[in-house]
């Protein structure tokens, strides 16, 4: 016989789980209290690097259920959700949602919304990626510089090039500099450039 959990999760302390742990019972689960997990933590957090949800899996067993109210509980993103739960149905774990009906995520339906979260998922990571690349475009159209900030400025480039045409070791200018011998070489590289 499958044991049957659930997951409560807030954003911050002002809130509270109490809420969540009422629509569970009110929707027919009799979670035990050591099988109710509750946590504060943001969205944000993925849930692999949740203490409570780390708990929770501890106890988990293949054949088990978990139940959320909502799935952004288990995520702040599509991406994310969809990879918990396809990270607990690979660990034989059934979740349950009750905003989407209480549909078993695992099952021919609940593996239908997944297919359509992961659309979502996609189109939010491609979306991302085109803003990303817009915005880099207009920084590039504007002139401002891209990419990490120059360890040295540009007299001390010129004082790299003085200095390694004088003979100088890269090691021994790096030392005299305070800076590393690859910043050196890099110096020297777009020298040549």
């Given at each position: 016989?499958?044991?049957?959990?659930?997951?409560?999760?807030?954003?911050?302390s002002?809130?509270?789980t109490?809420?969540?742990?009422?629509?569970?019972?009110?929707?027919?689960?009799?979670?035990?209290?050591?099988?109710?997990?509750?946590?504060?933590?943001?969205?944000?957090?993925?849930?692999?690097?949740?203490?409570?949800?780390?708990?929770?899996?501890?106890?988990?067993?293949?054949?088990?259920?978990?139940?959320?109210?909502?799935?952004?509980?288990?995520?702040?993103?599509?991406?994310?959700?969809?990879a918990?739960?396809?990270?607990?149905?690979?660990?034989?774990?059934?979740?349950?949602?009750?905003?989407?009906?209480?549909?078993?995520?695992?099952?021919?339906?609940?593996?239908m919304?997944?297919?359509?979260?992961?659309?979502?998922?996609?189109?939010?990571?491609?979306?991302?990626?085109?803003?990303?690349?817009?915005?880099?475009?207009?920084?590039?159209?504007?002139?401002?510089?891209l990419?990490?900030?120059?360890?040295?400025?540009?007299?001390?480039?010129?004082?790299?090039?003085?200095?390694?045409?004088?003979?100088?070791?890269?090691?021994?200018?790096?030392?005299?500099?305070?800076?590393?011998?690859?910043?050196?070489?890099?110096?020297?590289?777009?020298?040549?450039?």
């Amino acid at each position: 016989m499958s044991r049957v959990f659930a997951y409560c999760r807030v954003s911050t302390s002002e809130q509270t789980t109490a809420n969540q742990l009422q629509e569970i019972a009110q929707a027919g689960f009799a979670i035990q209290p050591s099988r109710a997990i509750t946590e504060t933590v943001s969205g944000s957090v993925p849930t692999s690097e949740r203490p409570g949800f780390s708990r929770l899996l501890d106890k988990m067993e293949a054949g088990d259920v978990l139940v959320v109210t909502k799935l952004d509980r288990l995520g702040r993103n599509a991406m994310d959700v969809r990879a918990t739960v396809e990270a607990l149905s690979g660990l034989g774990i059934r979740v349950h949602c009750l905003a989407l009906g209480g549909v078993d995520l695992t099952s021919p339906a609940g593996k239908m919304t997944m297919g359509v979260i992961a659309a979502v998922a996609e189109f939010e990571r491609d979306l991302l990626v085109e803003r990303t690349q817009a915005g880099l475009a207009r920084a590039k159209a504007e002139g401002k510089a891209l990419g990490r900030p120059s360890a040295l400025s540009a007299a001390q480039v010129q004082e790299v090039a003085q200095r390694l045409a004088a003979g100088e070791a890269i090691a021994a200018i790096a030392r005299a500099m305070g800076t590393s011998r690859q910043t050196i070489m890099r110096a020297r590289d777009s020298l040549g450039a």
